[in-house]
Every structure is written in C-alpha cells, then in structure tokens.
C-alpha cells in the first residue's frame, strides 16, 4: 500500500509538471535540478518510478545525462538492471537510434555491456566467480542480439572493440571462476569415489552371505529386499562413477570465456544431481541391506528406525547445498528469463 501510495505522489507530481511546462527543454531542466532524477532512479533500478514518467512523456527515452552523453538505457545497461533494459524492446523505431548512440568514450551499447557490472549488483544476485562470469556473458550476448552488425566490432575511443573490452575487464573474474570451478569439482569428484568405492564393496560382499557351493546369494529370492539392495547398489555405483566423469570433464575443460556461458554450469549440473542420486541410492542400499540382515532377529521396528535415520545424509545435502543449486539455477535459466519481461514499463494513461 505505501508503495502505490508513493507511486500515485509521483503520477500526480508529473501531470502537474506536464501540465505547466509546454517545452521539451523546460520538462527536462525540471528532471536535472538539484538533481538528474531521471538517471538516479535508473542506477537504483527504480522500475515503477520510471514507468509513471516515461509512460506521460516517452521523448524522455532519448534524454542524455551531462557528465557522460548516456542515454537511460546505457545507465541500465552499465548498472545491469534488466526490468528497464527491455524498455529497447517498447519504443519502436527509436529502438534504431538509441542503439546507435554512443557516450563521451565513445563506448556503444555493448561497450558498457563488456564492462564489468559493479560489485553490489553481482553479489545480490549470486555468490560464486563461475556463477557471476556466466551473468556477465548473458548480459553481453543479450545486448548483443540488438546491436546493428556495423557496430559489433565498433572501436571506443581507447581502440578496443566490445570483446576486447570484455575480455580485459574479466581477466581477474575469470581467474577466479577458474579456480572455484576446479575446486568444487575436485571436492564432489573425492565425495563420488567413495561412493563408488562402498557400493562396489557392496556388491561383492551381499548382505546374508553366499552359498559357498554354488556361489549363490544366500537371500536370493527369499526376500523382495534383496531386489531392493541389487537395484539401488548399482544405481549409487553407476551414477557415482558418472559423477566422476563429469567432474573430470570439468577439471580438463579449457576455462574459455565461452565456457562458462552454457558449458560448465550444465556439467556442474548434470555432475551433482548425478552425486546426488548416488547418495540416495547408497542409503537405499543400506536400508534394504538392514532389512535383509536383521529383520529376522528383531522386530521391524529397528530396521525401519534404521532406514528413517539413513534418508539424513541425502536430505543434508540438498539443504547444505541449497544456495549452490539456487546460484546456479538463476544464473543458467532464470536469468534469461529476465529478458523476457512479463510486463511493460511503458503504458497508455487514462485521462
């Protein structure tokens, strides 16, 4: 409520200015003193402010602030506020010419885009050097995808084109995805051996021994629970040795920039929902296996008490690793999505 309340101050501000300001000069001179509202509102990502003023005036689109000849679309770009990027997206035909313009450096749009986006806008969307770098190279394709053939390859004022540009501001981020990257698959790729290990052992070693004559497991066909513990022993033992690939693909990657755009956090991906299917079905095994073993001497109650305490490890580890799932969910599809907004900033007012 006090949001719409602010909102509908702001609508009613406008009209008033709009109604005793006739020039598009005096309408801007009202936004620049004491302060550029306008810029300020686009570096904090102030979506609703600037939906009720651009929505009354849409000219305003083409306003530059003083200091740098950036249009509101730069400032979103540079600041990576991606509600009011796709503002290119309603404008039409002036589309053309904002993507054109270029500011005071003569950085393009996609310059700005190269540029590495400030500290506090990274670390509030995700924790992580691979997760943020994966961010910046959605940001550059996006803004590249609008960007005329001609000035892809544009030079700034210092002599360097967009990827260049890129390429350097990243050096450092990049070092540092690097060596997160290969630190976490080291870790879960040690986790997956042991797996692998204990269920391989498992194997050999089947819970109610084997008939030393035939070389027949002992509660073969005696119990639907000896199903249960061969199913999931090869599950743990399949999908931990597929977790071991993985990682090892990840840790013999090149750590291109490119990489790290699709590639990596696919693999990282696939490689721990494969560690953690080997966990689960690790504690399954053990679950049936007590089964097997003791159900025969003590009540049902023990192994089921048993089975209940060995789903903690699996759930541990979903909850422990919640907010690297999260990172890298939002960086490899939910950040895309932020480029197909859901709503307008630019609407028709009532009279």
Known sequence: MKQQV????VKKLWSTILAEKSSMREIFETLSNPFQL???AVEVGNFGFLSEILSAYPDLIRTKDNSTDQTIIHKAVMHRHASIFNLIHEIGSLKD?????????GNTLLHLAAKRAPPQRQLELVSGAAFQMCLELVWFKEVKKIMPPSLINYKNSAGKTASELFSEEHKELRKDAESWMKSTAENCMLIA???ATGAFAAAITVPGGVDHKGGKPNKL???SWFSVFTISDATAFISS????LIFLSILLSRYAESDFYKSLPLKLICGLVALFCS???MMVAFASAFFITYHQYASYLVPIFVSIFASLPAILFLILQFSLWSDIMHSTVWCRELFKPSKKMLYALEN
């Open 38 to 40: 306008l810029f300020a």
């Open 6 to 9: 602010v909102f509908q101050l």
């Open 221 to 223: 066909g005696k119990t």
């Open 97 to 105: 010419t904002i993507v054109t313009m270029m500011d005071t450096e």
């Open 279 to 281: 966990i689960t079905s």
């Open 193 to 195: 051996t042991v797996v």
């Open 241 to 244: 040795a597929t977790s071991i």
